[in-house]
């Protein structure tokens, strides 16, 4: 899941309840692990569960329409073993 709301470039994600600037074609509850798109917030996701493993997400940036994001990922004791993205670093 998850708290990051910025892409890789710093762009700011998108509300995944908006359609503006771009348009959200995922808009079933049942596509975000927190149990609604509302409750997803703008946080970087993977709705459409076809991007190998990593999140992403809409921006407001009416120039770029999506965009990756580095989403640590950690532990069941909390130490960041890596990131979503296709990385290894935790910083």
Same mark, same amino acid.
């Given at each position: 899941?998850?708290?990051? %709301?910025?892409? #890789? $470039?710093?762009?700011?994600?998108?509300?995944?309840?908006? +359609?503006?600037?771009?348009?959200?074609?995922?808009?079933?509850?049942?596509?975000?692990? %927190?149990?609604? #798109? $509302?409750?997803?917030?703008?946080?970087?996701?993977?709705? +459409?569960?076809?991007?190998?493993?990593?999140?992403?997400?809409?921006?407001?940036?009416?120039?770029?329409?999506?965009?990756?994001?580095?989403?640590?990922?950690?532990?069941?004791?909390?130490?960041?073993?890596?990131?979503?993205?296709?990385?290894?670093?935790?910083?």
């Amino acid at each position: 899941m998850g708290d990051v %709301d910025t892409t #890789v $470039s710093g762009r700011t994600c998108q509300a995944w309840t908006s +359609d503006s600037p771009h348009y959200n074609e995922y808009e079933e509850d049942s596509l975000y692990p %927190d149990g609604s #798109v $509302s409750a997803a917030g703008n946080k970087c996701r993977n709705p +459409d569960d076809e991007w190998n493993g990593g999140v992403w997400c809409y921006t407001t940036d009416p120039w770029k329409e999506w965009d990756t994001c580095d989403v640590p990922l950690c532990s069941q004791e909390g130490e960041c073993i890596g990131l979503l993205r296709l990385s290894n670093s935790c910083s």
